[in-house]
Protein backbone atom coordinates (compact mmCIF):
# COMPACT_ATOMS: atom_id res chain seq x y z
CA UNK A 1 0.00 0.00 0.00
CA UNK A 2 1.45 3.42 -1.20
CA UNK A 3 0.65 7.05 -0.29
CA UNK A 4 1.60 9.39 -2.42
CA UNK A 5 1.07 13.19 -2.19
CA UNK A 6 2.81 16.44 -3.73
CA UNK A 7 5.04 18.79 -1.78
CA UNK A 8 2.95 21.91 0.11
CA UNK A 9 4.12 24.79 1.04
CA UNK A 10 7.56 24.23 -0.66
CA UNK A 11 8.42 21.90 1.95
CA UNK A 12 9.75 19.35 1.37
CA UNK A 13 11.94 20.91 -1.17
CA UNK A 14 11.58 19.60 -4.72
CA UNK A 15 14.45 16.85 -5.80
CA UNK A 16 14.15 13.82 -7.48
CA UNK A 17 12.73 12.26 -4.64
CA UNK A 18 8.74 11.37 -4.37
CA UNK A 19 6.63 12.62 -1.94
CA UNK A 20 5.07 9.18 -0.96
CA UNK A 21 4.58 6.64 1.67
CA UNK A 22 3.83 2.93 2.21
CA UNK A 23 2.89 0.34 4.58
CA UNK A 24 4.17 -3.42 4.26
CA UNK A 25 2.66 -6.17 6.18
CA UNK A 26 4.41 -8.05 8.52
CA UNK A 27 5.62 -10.70 6.52
CA UNK A 28 6.12 -8.61 3.43
CA UNK A 29 9.53 -7.29 1.82
CA UNK A 30 12.31 -9.03 0.35
CA UNK A 31 13.49 -11.87 2.28
CA UNK A 32 17.12 -12.87 3.03
CA UNK A 33 17.75 -16.11 4.29
CA UNK A 34 20.59 -17.24 6.22
CA UNK A 35 21.17 -20.70 8.60
CA UNK A 36 18.94 -19.74 11.35
CA UNK A 37 18.91 -16.24 10.73
CA UNK A 38 16.94 -14.41 8.51
CA UNK A 39 15.90 -10.47 7.12
CA UNK A 40 13.63 -8.82 5.33
CA UNK A 41 13.74 -6.05 3.72
CA UNK A 42 11.44 -3.65 5.05
CA UNK A 43 12.34 0.21 3.70
CA UNK A 44 14.44 -0.23 0.49
CA UNK A 45 17.35 1.20 -0.90
CA UNK A 46 15.04 2.31 -3.82
CA UNK A 47 12.35 3.55 -1.55
CA UNK A 48 14.88 6.16 -0.19
CA UNK A 49 17.19 7.27 -3.42
CA UNK A 50 19.68 4.81 -0.71
CA UNK A 51 19.46 7.67 1.98
CA UNK A 52 18.60 4.49 4.36
CA UNK A 53 17.86 1.04 4.47
CA UNK A 54 15.09 -0.83 7.27
CA UNK A 55 15.64 -4.83 7.70
CA UNK A 56 13.79 -6.32 10.45
CA UNK A 57 15.76 -9.63 11.55
CA UNK A 58 15.11 -12.54 13.28
CA UNK A 59 18.07 -14.64 14.99
CA UNK A 60 17.76 -17.84 16.61
CA UNK A 61 18.73 -19.14 20.00
CA UNK A 62 23.00 -19.51 19.88
CA UNK A 63 23.16 -17.87 16.97
CA UNK A 64 26.65 -16.69 17.16
CA UNK A 65 25.90 -13.69 14.47
CA UNK A 66 28.61 -11.96 12.52
CA UNK A 67 31.78 -11.40 13.58
CA UNK A 68 32.94 -8.13 14.81
CA UNK A 69 33.91 -5.73 11.80
CA UNK A 70 34.00 -2.03 10.58
CA UNK A 71 32.06 -0.44 8.35
CA UNK A 72 33.83 3.02 6.66
CA UNK A 73 30.29 3.97 4.85
CA UNK A 74 27.58 3.58 6.99
CA UNK A 75 26.36 3.59 10.80
CA UNK A 76 23.80 1.50 12.18
CA UNK A 77 21.04 0.95 14.91
CA UNK A 78 19.22 -1.98 15.73
CA UNK A 79 15.86 -1.70 17.98
CA UNK A 80 15.61 -4.93 19.74
CA UNK A 81 11.45 -5.92 19.63
CA UNK A 82 11.66 -9.42 21.20
CA UNK A 83 14.18 -11.48 22.84
CA UNK A 84 17.93 -10.56 23.60
CA UNK A 85 21.23 -10.21 21.25
CA UNK A 86 24.31 -9.35 23.06
CA UNK A 87 26.06 -6.76 21.55
CA UNK A 88 30.13 -5.53 20.62
CA UNK A 89 30.39 -1.76 20.11
CA UNK A 90 33.53 -0.33 20.42
CA UNK A 91 35.90 -2.20 23.13
CA UNK A 92 32.50 -2.07 25.38
CA UNK A 93 29.76 -5.48 25.20
CA UNK A 94 26.11 -4.95 26.56
CA UNK A 95 22.75 -7.33 26.43
CA UNK A 96 20.10 -5.53 24.50
CA UNK A 97 16.62 -6.30 25.55
CA UNK A 98 13.22 -5.46 23.96
CA UNK A 99 12.41 -2.37 23.69
CA UNK A 100 16.56 -1.01 23.84
CA UNK A 101 18.33 0.99 21.00
CA UNK A 102 22.15 0.41 20.38
CA UNK A 103 23.90 2.60 17.57
CA UNK A 104 27.06 1.80 15.89
CA UNK A 105 28.78 4.50 13.65
CA UNK A 106 30.66 3.90 10.77
CA UNK A 107 34.57 3.04 11.73
CA UNK A 108 33.66 1.89 15.02
CA UNK A 109 34.16 -2.22 15.51
CA UNK A 110 30.94 -3.55 16.22
CA UNK A 111 29.14 -6.59 16.08
CA UNK A 112 26.03 -9.01 18.00
CA UNK A 113 24.63 -12.52 18.07
CA UNK A 114 22.09 -14.15 20.41
CA UNK A 115 23.71 -16.75 22.88
CA UNK A 116 20.67 -17.43 24.72
CA UNK A 117 17.90 -20.01 24.54
CA UNK A 118 15.40 -17.93 22.67
CA UNK A 119 15.14 -16.48 19.51
CA UNK A 120 15.21 -12.68 19.02
CA UNK A 121 13.66 -10.07 16.82
CA UNK A 122 15.11 -6.82 15.88
CA UNK A 123 14.67 -3.82 13.47
CA UNK A 124 18.14 -2.57 11.90
CA UNK A 125 18.40 0.64 9.97
CA UNK A 126 21.59 1.67 7.93
CA UNK A 127 22.08 5.09 7.12
CA UNK A 128 22.81 5.36 4.01
CA UNK A 129 21.99 2.28 2.22
CA UNK A 130 24.11 -0.19 0.96
CA UNK A 131 25.17 -3.25 2.79
CA UNK A 132 21.55 -5.64 2.93
CA UNK A 133 23.31 -6.36 -0.67
CA UNK A 134 26.27 -7.86 1.41
CA UNK A 135 23.78 -10.27 3.22
CA UNK A 136 22.40 -11.21 -0.49
CA UNK A 137 25.50 -12.32 -1.54
CA UNK A 138 26.02 -14.26 1.59
CA UNK A 139 22.78 -15.90 1.28
CA UNK A 140 23.34 -16.36 -1.89
CA UNK A 141 26.15 -18.33 -1.88
CA UNK A 142 24.64 -20.24 0.65
CA UNK A 143 21.98 -21.14 -1.87
CA UNK A 144 24.44 -22.09 -4.30
CA UNK A 145 26.93 -24.23 -1.58
CA UNK A 146 24.86 -25.14 1.32
CA UNK A 147 27.72 -23.26 3.49
CA UNK A 148 28.88 -20.10 4.47
CA UNK A 149 31.44 -18.41 2.55
CA UNK A 150 35.12 -19.08 4.65
CA UNK A 151 37.53 -16.66 5.72
CA UNK A 152 39.01 -15.40 2.34
CA UNK A 153 35.68 -15.39 0.54
CA UNK A 154 33.77 -13.22 3.56
CA UNK A 155 36.91 -10.77 3.79
CA UNK A 156 36.35 -10.43 -0.38
CA UNK A 157 32.47 -10.15 0.52
CA UNK A 158 32.94 -7.48 2.68
CA UNK A 159 35.51 -5.09 1.07
CA UNK A 160 32.87 -4.76 -2.11
CA UNK A 161 30.79 -2.78 0.75
CA UNK A 162 33.74 -0.88 2.28
CA UNK A 163 33.72 -3.34 5.42
CA UNK A 164 36.79 -5.04 7.14
CA UNK A 165 36.66 -7.77 9.92
CA UNK A 166 37.93 -6.19 13.01
CA UNK A 167 40.08 -7.85 15.81
CA UNK A 168 38.33 -10.01 17.91
CA UNK A 169 38.34 -9.32 21.29
CA UNK A 170 37.34 -11.59 24.29
CA UNK A 171 33.48 -11.11 25.98
CA UNK A 172 34.29 -11.20 29.88
CA UNK A 173 30.21 -11.61 30.94
CA UNK A 174 29.32 -13.61 27.81
CA UNK A 175 27.12 -16.79 28.76
CA UNK A 176 29.29 -19.21 29.46
CA UNK A 177 32.33 -16.90 30.72
CA UNK A 178 34.91 -14.95 28.31
CA UNK A 179 34.46 -15.81 24.60
CA UNK A 180 35.94 -14.73 21.76
CA UNK A 181 35.32 -16.02 18.30
CA UNK A 182 36.51 -19.79 17.18
CA UNK A 183 39.53 -19.69 14.92
CA UNK A 184 38.15 -21.94 12.21
CA UNK A 185 34.95 -19.97 11.45
CA UNK A 186 33.57 -18.25 8.32
CA UNK A 187 34.85 -14.81 8.25
CA UNK A 188 37.82 -15.45 10.69
CA UNK A 189 38.56 -11.92 12.91
CA UNK A 190 41.54 -10.51 11.31
CA UNK A 191 43.73 -7.21 12.61
CA UNK A 192 43.02 -4.14 10.71
CA UNK A 193 43.75 -0.85 11.08
CA UNK A 194 40.57 0.72 11.92
CA UNK A 195 39.27 2.68 14.74
CA UNK A 196 38.18 0.55 18.13
CA UNK A 197 38.65 3.03 20.58
CA UNK A 198 36.06 2.66 23.61
CA UNK A 199 33.09 4.39 22.77
CA UNK A 200 30.74 2.28 24.88
CA UNK A 201 28.10 3.88 27.12
CA UNK A 202 24.76 4.19 28.05
CA UNK A 203 22.70 7.05 27.13
CA UNK A 204 21.50 9.02 29.65
CA UNK A 205 19.04 11.11 27.40
CA UNK A 206 15.76 10.42 27.17
Known amino acids: MTFDAEPSDGWPPAGPQPVRGF ?26 LGRL ?11 PGPLPHVHDGHDETFV ?13 FHTAVAGETVFASRRLAHGFGNPFDEP ?11 YEDYFVEVADHVARTGALPDRLLTQELMARHRTVLAPPLPDPDAPGGPSSPPADSAGTASSSGRSTRPSWRRSTTG
Not at 80 to 92: A, T
Request: aromatic content about 4%; glycine content about 14%.
Open 23 to 48: ARGPHEGRRIDLPDWSMLVKVAAGDT
Open 120 to 130: ARYVAILTPSG
Open 80 to 92: LVEGRLRFRVGDG
Open 53 to 63: TVLEGRMGPRQ
